[in-house]
């Protein structure tokens, strides 16, 4: 007789063998943390588990050589605290795998996820960030300001463990409850406690400032360059005001010594005022170009060499791409003096920044953007001599090598460019008649008249749609503007950068529209072909 079989039902002796099966006891941990990607953080979940099996200690998920090596400083500083490693075999993972990590800071994270591997916890929305000394002690990195910056820039960030010797720099960014270790026995009995409440204030900046619809904004009032020392060049200083007042690009021509370098020197210092977030801005470009901010209220300016490479200038690397001066420069000036000695290849490049206030840089592996938020200034000889424009100097340059270095600059390149300025012979007679004191109030006057009208941007920065909302022409000006168009043939940019110089002229003359007036001068200062 066949017996029937229950296929779904395992025999009893099976059934037994499964529940004397003993479970394997494995704890899983999470610690957060971060990783720079060009000039973006990107949050990095790091989880650890302790299973049976040969004692180790392993680090996954695409970690860069400093964090393998943080292995060693963790066991380290964990000894020298008399912990006793566990005979269990202990797996990190940095999760998301596919994003490449770097950054002695994960050194913290990682010790602790170890030291605390019999309780079981996740904390949420806690950052944890630090490098380990073999003592145990707490270090800083050149990585921790970019890298909360840009978590706090996107959102993400409400508050982190970070090393007290940070604290100097990362009080800075508003907005993040720090809590500032000095040991690692500090950070594992903190997390034991699980009492997570902030211990550092808030900075004070140390500048003048103002605030308008609740936003403050700050200035330095130190002129290391005065104005007062340029002789003469009333036009070129008229123009630097302008210039300053709506950070539009600049370019001044004229003879050696007529005091081009002097005032491009001076412009820094009477630049409009900055948010917070500016000052934070400069402070995180800095620290990626190994520097060590001040945090001061005052614009960066960066000039680079015409001999400068095109990757110094606007950043690169085969590995990992880095900043260059354009990036350095963002928020400020970037100079180029001579510019028709820099490369073609330069030139052209600059027009990207220029237009869309970023740059792109791309590599086989990573491609990155930059913000490059800069006012252009310019200066150059008229020719390879520098005597054409001379009353007293003999030019020896021919017709062929006179169009030769003016066809260096191409017409798109110069047509991103808003005030145009032909500079004077310097006269025994004339005077430095203008102090920088006096051209800083102006501009901050004139700043405080585009903020109030609402303006997120200054008049130099404006987009197309801005333009037609805030650099409205009265009648007169409108006329005036009309027949320009018709007179000098101006192409769509040419007459969106008139309009836009015309409302920084107007700001600094107080009319509520562009007037007449405005218009006439913003056209004097336009390229002549």
């Known amino acids: 007789?066949?017996?029937?079989?229950?296929?779904?039902?395992?025999?009893?002796?099976?059934?037994?063998?499964?529940?004397?099966?003993?479970?394997?006891?494995?704890?899983?941990?999470?610690?957060?943390?971060?990783?720079?990607?060009?000039?973006?953080?990107?949050?990095?979940?790091?989880?650890?588990?302790?299973?049976?099996?040969?004692?180790?200690?392993?680090?996954?998920?695409?970690?860069?050589?400093?964090?393998?090596?943080?292995?060693?400083?963790?066991?380290?500083?964990?000894?020298?605290?008399?912990?006793?490693?566990?005979?269990?075999?202990?797996?990190?993972?940095?999760?998301?795998?596919?994003?490449?990590?770097?950054?002695?800071?994960?050194?913290?994270?990682?010790?602790?996820?170890?030291?605390?591997?019999?309780?079981?916890?996740?904390?949420?929305?806690?950052?944890?960030?630090?490098?380990?000394?073999?003592?145990?002690?707490?270090?800083?990195?050149?990585?921790?300001?970019?890298?909360?910056?840009?978590?706090?820039?996107?959102?993400?960030?409400?508050?982190?463990?970070?090393?007290?010797?940070?604290?100097?720099?990362?009080?800075?960014?508003?907005?993040?409850?720090?809590?500032?270790?000095?040991?690692?026995?500090?950070?594992?009995?903190?997390?034991?406690?699980?009492?997570?409440?902030?211990?550092?204030?808030?900075?004070?900046?140390?500048?003048?400032?103002?605030?308008?619809?609740?936003?403050?904004?700050?200035?330095?009032?130190?002129?290391?360059?005065?104005?007062?020392?340029?002789?003469?060049?009333?036009?070129?200083?008229?123009?630097?005001?302008?210039?300053?007042?709506?950070?539009?690009?600049?370019?001044?021509?004229?003879?050696?010594?007529?005091?081009?370098?002097?005032?491009?020197?001076?412009?820094?210092?009477?630049?409009?005022?900055?948010?917070?977030?500016?000052?934070?801005?400069?402070?995180?470009?800095?620290?990626?170009?190994?520097?060590?901010?001040?945090?001061?209220?005052?614009r960066p300016m960066r000039s680079p060499h015409h001999t400068a490479t095109s990757a110094s200038i606007f950043g690169g690397g085969s590995g990992q791409a880095k900043i260059g001066e354009v990036a350095l420069a963002s928020k400020g000036i970037l100079f180029f003096d001579e510019i028709p000695h820099f490369s073609k290849q330069v030139l052209e490049a600059m027009r990207e920044p220029l237009q869309d206030k970023k740059v792109h840089i791309a590599r086989v592996n990573a491609k990155i953007e930059y913000e490059a938020d800069i006012m252009f200034v310019a200066a150059q000889n008229p020719c390879p001599c520098g005597n054409l424009l001379s009353k007293v100097q003999s030019c020896r340059c021919t017709e062929v090598e006179i169009k030769r270095y003016a066809n260096k600059l191409s017409d798109p390149f110069l047509d991103r460019i808003d005030l145009f300025v032909v500079m004077q012979e310097v006269q025994r007679s004339d005077k430095g008649d203008v102090t920088s004191e006096a051209m800083h109030q102006a501009v901050i006057e004139a700043f405080k008249l585009q903020k109030q009208r609402g303006q997120i941007r200054l008049n130099g920065k404006l987009t197309e749609d801005e333009i037609e909302s805030y650099c409205l022409l009265n009648e007169e000006a409108k006329k005036v503007l009309e027949g320009a168009i018709g007179k000098f043939g101006l192409s769509h940019r040419s007459i969106a950068s008139i309009k836009k110089i015309g409302r920084t002229i107007a700001d600094l003359n107080k009319h509520e529209k562009v007037e007449k007036k405005d218009i006439l001068e913003a056209l004097s200062y336009r390229r002549r072909k």
């Open 1 to 298: 007789m066949n017996a029937k079989i229950d296929s779904g039902t395992p025999p009893n002796h099976i059934q037994a063998q499964v529940k004397q099966k003993p479970k394997k006891e494995t704890v899983l941990n999470r610690l957060t943390c971060a990783t720079l990607e060009g000039v973006n953080a990107k949050v990095i979940e790091v989880e650890a588990t302790f299973t049976k099996g040969l004692p180790g200690f392993a680090v996954v998920g695409l970690a860069s050589s400093d964090i393998q090596e943080s292995k060693e400083r963790v066991k380290s500083a964990l000894l020298v605290n008399d912990f006793v490693f566990p005979p269990l075999k202990i797996t990190v993972n940095l999760s998301p795998s596919d994003i490449k990590k770097n950054g002695t800071h994960f050194d913290l994270p990682l010790a602790l996820l170890v030291a605390l591997n019999k309780k079981s916890f996740e904390e949420e929305g806690l950052f944890v960030f630090g490098e380990l000394g073999l003592d145990g002690r707490i270090k800083s990195s050149s990585m921790l300001f970019p890298l909360i910056l840009s978590l706090k820039e996107q959102g993400l960030i409400k508050r982190a463990i970070v090393p007290k010797d940070a604290i100097t720099y990362l009080s800075h960014i508003s907005g993040v409850d720090f809590i500032a270790l000095e040991t690692l026995s500090e950070a594992i009995l903190l997390l034991k406690k699980g009492e997570f409440s902030a211990n550092v204030e808030k900075f004070e900046y140390d500048a003048k400032s103002f605030v308008l619809s609740k936003r403050a904004y700050y200035y330095e009032e130190k002129y290391e360059h005065n104005f007062k020392e340029v002789k003469g060049q009333m036009v070129a200083k008229r123009a630097a005001l302008i210039a300053a007042a709506g950070m539009h690009n600049l370019f001044m021509e004229g003879n050696p010594g007529c005091g081009k370098s002097m005032i491009a020197k001076r412009i820094k210092d009477i630049l409009p005022p900055m948010e917070e977030s500016e000052l934070l801005s400069i402070a995180k470009h800095q620290f990626l170009d190994g520097q060590t901010p001040d945090f001061k209220a005052i």
